[in-house]
């Protein structure tokens, strides 16, 4: 079973970048398509962006061209960085790791985005 560290969430001003760090142990880290959901308060968790072993990338359409998901296999590690942030981004944010056998989530982050 995987183990997963999530780290980078806070509190940002609209405008503001945060970036998200997601360390995995435990799995073949580089075999797994790694992903970032967020839950915010009342609504149903949605898939934010998704990376494949190969490095391609989708987004939902609320933040395609701000924000940017990436992974390092040498380091099994998965990142968010989010940048022109806005109230709307204000959520928990998980990490997720996914094969056709299995899949594993983090623990989650708080992200608020406010003035």
């Known amino acids: 079973q995987g183990q997963f560290v999530e780290s980078g969430g806070g509190s940002v001003q609209p405008g503001g970048s945060l970036r998200l760090s997601c360390s995995v142990s435990g799995i073949r880290f580089r075999f797994y398509v790694m992903e970032w959901y967020r839950q915010a308060p009342g609504k149903e968790r949605e898939l934010v962006a998704r990376?494949?072993?190969?490095?391609?990338?989708d987004y939902a359409d609320s933040v395609k061209g701000r924000f940017t998901i990436s992974r390092d296999n040498a380091k099994n590690m998965v990142y968010l960085q989010m940048n022109n942030m806005n109230p709307e981004d204000t959520a928990v944010y998980y990490c997720r790791a996914l094969t056709a056998a299995n899949n594993f989530w983090g623990q989650g982050t708080q992200v608020t985005v406010s003035s």
């Open positions: 990376i494949a072993p190969g490095g391609g990338t």
